[in-house]
C-alpha cells in the first residue's frame, strides 16, 4: 500500500503501541485530544505554536495543563513526553485576522469570520510532522471538527485527509492523521471528556485550559474561563449548557 493511502481520521485500537505527536494549544479541544492520545499511545509528545495569536495567553497556560494532567492521571504521566513549542511569528505578520491583531471579531466580506488564520492549520500539520519524522512518531493528533466550529476551511475532514496525503507523499512516510473531535459536537466533547477521565478530566478542563479570542482570564463561568461573548466562548459555554442538561450521561460517539 502506498504511503498515501493510510485513511485519514482513523480511530485506532483501545491501545495502539507507537508515539503520537498532538498539536497542543492549551485550548479544550487540544487538551481533550492530549487525553485520548495517552489514553491510546505508548508515548505522545506535545507540539504548540506562538504564531503572534492575541489570545497568547493560551501559551501560559499550556504547561500548567501538561503538569495537571501528570498530577491528576498516573497512568497517563509515564506517556507524556516531550513538549514543543515553535515560534512561527512569522505567520501572524503577514496574516491581517482579528487572531493576529487587534481587528473587529466578525464575518468578513468573504463569508469567512475574521478569526480565520489563513494556512495556520496548514503550516501547523506540516510542522507537527517534520516533528513527528525526526520523533520517530506515525500518529499525528489534531484536534480540529467541522461540526460544532467557525467556518475554518483548514478545519474541514477533506483538508486533513489532503494533508495526510501531501505529508506522506512529500517525505516518504506513513503518518496517520487523527481527528477525534471532527464528527463530534462540544457538548459530545464534554461527555467525551468525562468518559476518558471523569470528573478530574472535566475540572481540568474548565480549571486550566483556555480558549476565549479575547484571552480573557479573569472571568470564571460553570464551563470554564473567558470572556463569555467571543465565538470561542460561545461555543464552549453553549456545549456545556446542553452537556450538563442532559445530566452529563451523554455518550460520545
Known sequence: MPPSSAPAAATPPEKAPGKAVVLFSGGQDSTVCLAWALDRFDSVETV???????HRVELEVRPAVRDAIRDAFPRWAARLGEDHLLDLGVLGRISETA??????IAMGANGLPTTFVPGRNLLFLTFAAAIAYRRGAKHIVTGVCETDYSGY?????????????ALNLGM?????VYTPLMWIDKAATWALTH?????ALVELVREHTHSCYQGDRAH??????????CPACELRRQGWERYAAAGMTMAAT
Open 48 to 54: 504548540g505554536f506562538d504564531y503572534g495569536q492575541r
Open 99 to 104: 487572531l493576529t491583531s487587534e481587528a473587529e
Open 153 to 165: 476551511p483548514d478545519c474541514r475532514d477533506d483538508t486533513m485527509k489532503a494533508m495526510q496525503v
Open 172 to 176: 516518504e512516510a506513513r503518518f496517520v
Open 195 to 199: 468518559r476518558l477521565g471523569g470528573d
Open 220 to 229: 470564571r463561568h460553570d464551563w470554564g474561563y473567558g470572556c463569555g461573548a
